[in-house]
């Protein structure tokens, strides 16, 4: 009896069988969710899978997409960009202006990424040297963009000359007669800036500032800098959105581009980035987009009023949180953290 | 040259505002020995640490690592001295997967991308040298306190440092994986690692330290070598040790003889407990002993409302059963008081708001509104009978550990609490509060509190309790009382479930 306690295995872990289990990827729910409103949408309505449909589709996801990549990064460590709709205007109207001024396209698409990094860098050093949330400091620059934009476009369309232009024809070209220019932007940089969350230091990076800030700074990690360069991204990327709008559309109408920010976050959302910070996926952010889009053109396909599509986006944002906040407070349970962690 | 110490630290001091938290603190660290650094928490203890792991820069003073000058301007300048930290709120992510908390910020690349591959395989021997068999590609938070200590140390032993730097370091380990974490250190030490260990628990500062450093109001008042200390030093720096557990109060008289109040619990199972029943009368501590998983935690939650019971009854002094809510608990005098003192505590409010809150909450205080006025007067009287020291007005966060359990207590006092609950009170403090902590259950108990403890220092319970009541695999093993209470018998019972006739146990445990 007495020999017995020796070998005494360590308090904690114990009583659960170290190894993996099935840890299934944060993108999952949206995946499926995907895949069961498409077959359902097919099923329900066959003109859903024609190659114009898609295509129209696919247009559709491609920029606010754009802006939810950015937005995964921004959300991974735990602030929010509440300007980056403004910022995509700002870029597409001022290249527009650009171009109609005669510089040359390609250079003017050119000013409006950097333009947008710019503002993104605003939004940065005003976040880091006040030491507010990201949130708090976009809330203000949003409307600093808005009006600026407004003010540059004198609230009237954009359309600059030369539809012919190589820039506008490779924008608003299809590939194989189907994908859009814009789409395959869109997929190549989400591909890449999911590898660059996930397996570099800077995404690792990221990852840690969001989920703990303070112990971030205390391995090295330069808090201040990731931020500045995680909202550089956002802005570069809300800035590219918006010259791909201009090229592609050949003209920047106001109020363009107003529902794409809360696109972006419902998008990041629904595909398993944490409110919370920590940690964030842009493939999901990808899906998400597209579930998004496809359950928005599927409601203007059975008939909806156009004028539904922001509730249905909003009731769509919700869903997700419920969903993901459910899903954790049941896995802690389980865990056997109880049911204080109210806090996730 | 490598007779030097490792690290010198002269004349270093440090101040925070107006408060001068190190004032002249020197320190000599021999190569490949353990230097336990001790002291009352606010001595200094944190700061220095955090000095040496680049977090805080020193007012003024010198730091010498390995016989040459050193300035440590940041956490990553540490680092490349050689000198490992492990702090003592870990600094850990708990989003994050085990490896990622690892390699942080340091994370092996293979062609420019960060393979786990790679970290697996650096990280494998290691996680098994320290006792560590969990999924590395977990989140942290799915992992035990104690593991994810093991996690913060193995952090920092993964850099090979010369100088590995120990913040309390067991504060959330029970018994069984300090010795781990002991055994590992020796190991260390044998390979030639330096390292310096702060420590609130002086036996275990003892028990594995070469040299000893004891550290008062910023100053290092005493170091020695461990075999030169006299025993009247020993008991110098003990001297808290000895009365550590108070002795017991007698009852108010009241109570004598009349008919106590009394809390009985009859076959009560939820979560991990079932079967439970026990009595427990208005001025007696009852110790609750047992190991993880016992039910114990359960049976503290079901009984301030916080966990839905399954089968059985229970009959509070007040004549109701079970709380349904924890406001019904508040309500109702009973009170719950546990080591996490994040959830009972408002860091960025001030003593007195913190102090209000119960009993705004949950009671009436004799008006209908919040008056800033009636709460200071109360957190005045409040922090007078506890000896909180501090002002009503300052953030309850600035508060040493110790002083923010004492605020927790004094809030739950606030109601004139019937039944206390207490769940490791006094864990993770330093000795001199742990002190004034035991000496108010005694004194809660004298009252007429109906008291249930449960920790896992199993002196605490036999230093404390009036009975002790050992739980295993979620059923009530036994009862222990009087000259019976001792820490090996506990241990047999709560470990394997039966008392064992009179086999007496070499006991684990230093009693006091």
Known sequence: MTRTDTAQPLAGSANRRPGRHIRLPAETGAAVGLAVLAGLLGWLQPSFFDPANLSSLLGQAALPGLLAIGMVFVLTMRDIDLSAGAVFHLAGVVAALLMVAGIDPWLAALAGILLGAGLGLINGLLAITLRLPAMVVTLGTWWMIQGLSLAAGKGQTIAPPGADSGFSTTLSGKAFAVVPAACIVFVALALALHVVLHRTRFGYRVQAVGSNRQAAAYAGIPTAKVRLLTLVLMGAMAGLAGVIHVGANGAIAPGDGSSFMLLAIAAAIIGGTSLSGGHGSVVGAAIGILLVQAILSAMSLIGVDAAWSNFATGALTVLALAVDRLFRLWRNRRAGHGEDNLLG | ?512
Not at chain 2, 144 to 159: D, H, K, N, S, T
Not at chain 2, 185 to 208: F, P, T
Not at chain 2, 299 to 319: E, I, M, N, T
Request: proline share 4%; with cysteine.
């Open chain 2, 1 to 512: 040259m490598s007779d030097s110490p490792i690290l010198l630290v002269r004349n270093v001091a440090r101040g925070f505002g107006g408060t001068v938290v190190l004032e002249d603190m020197n320190l000599v660290v021999e190569r490949g020995s353990i230097h336990a650094v001790v002291g009352e928490s606010g001595a200094g203890k944190s700061t220095l640490i955090r000095v040496l792991a680049g977090i805080v820069r020193p007012d003024s003073g010198t730091i010498e690592f390995d016989g040459k000058k050193a300035t440590i301007s940041g956490p990553n300048a540490a680092r490349k001295l050689g000198i490992g930290v492990v702090l003592q709120q870990a600094g850990l992510f708990h989003e994050r997967p085990v490896l990622a908390n690892l390699f942080v910020n340091r994370e092996p690349l293979r062609n420019g991308l960060i393979s786990r591959r790679e970290m697996e395989a650096r990280s494998r021997d290691l996680l098994r040298q320290l006792g560590l068999a969990v999924d590395v590609h977990a989140p942290l938070a799915e992992l035990g306190p104690g593991e994810r200590q093991l996690v913060a140390i193995a952090r920092a032993l993964l850099e090979n440092p010369r100088l590995l730097i120990l913040d309390d370091s067991h504060s959330a380990l029970d018994r069984r994986e300090t010795d781990r974490l002991f055994a590992v250190l020796r190991g260390l030490k044998a390979k030639g690692m330096s390292m310096l260990y702060a420590s609130n628990r002086l036996e275990d500062a003892l028990a594995i330290a070469d040299q000893l450093t004891v550290i008062r109001n910023g100053r290092d008042v005493l170091s020695k070598a461990r075999q030169e200390l006299t025993t009247s030093e020993e008991a110098m720096i003990g001297q808290l040790r000895q009365s550590l557990f108070p002795l017991p109060l007698r009852a108010m008289p009241t109570l004598a003889g009349t008919l106590r109040p009394q809390l009985a619990v009859s076959r009560l199972g939820g979560g991990r407990l079932s079967d439970a029943s026990f009595m427990a009368r208005a001025g007696e501590i009852v110790g609750l002993a047992g190991l993880a998983g016992s039910g114990v935690s359960d049976l503290l939650a079901l009984l301030f409302g916080a966990q839905k019971a399954r089968a059985g009854r229970v009959r509070f002094p007040d004549g109701d059963g079970l709380p349904k809510t924890r406001t019904e608990a508040a309500r109702r005098g009973i009170c719950m008081i546990s080591d996490e003192r994040g959830n009972g505590l408002m860091q960025d409010k001030s003593i007195a708001f913190n102090l209000a809150n119960v009993v705004v909450g949950a009671r009436d205080w004799g008006s209908r509104w919040y008056s800033p006025v009636m709460a200071l007067g109360r957190a005045a009287r409040q922090i007078e009978a506890l000896r909180i020291r501090s002002a009503p007005e300052t953030p309850a966060g600035s508060l040493s550990a110790g002083g923010q359990q004492k605020v927790i207590i004094a809030k739950w006092l606030e109601i004139g609490p019937q039944v206390v609950l207490l769940d490791e009170p006094a864990r993770g403090i330093d000795i001199g509060s742990k002190q004034e902590i035991y000496a108010l259950i005694r004194q809660m108990a004298a009252s007429g509190c109906i008291v249930l403890l449960h920790s896992r220092e199993l002196s605490e319970l036999t230093g404390l309790s009036d009975r002790i009541l050992a739980f295993h695999q979620g059923r009530l093993a036994g009862e222990i009382a009087g000259a019976d209470m001792d820490g090996g018998r506990l241990l047999q019972l709560i470990a394997a479930g039966e008392a064992e006739g009179e086999g007496r146990q070499t006991s684990r445990e230093g009693i006091v």
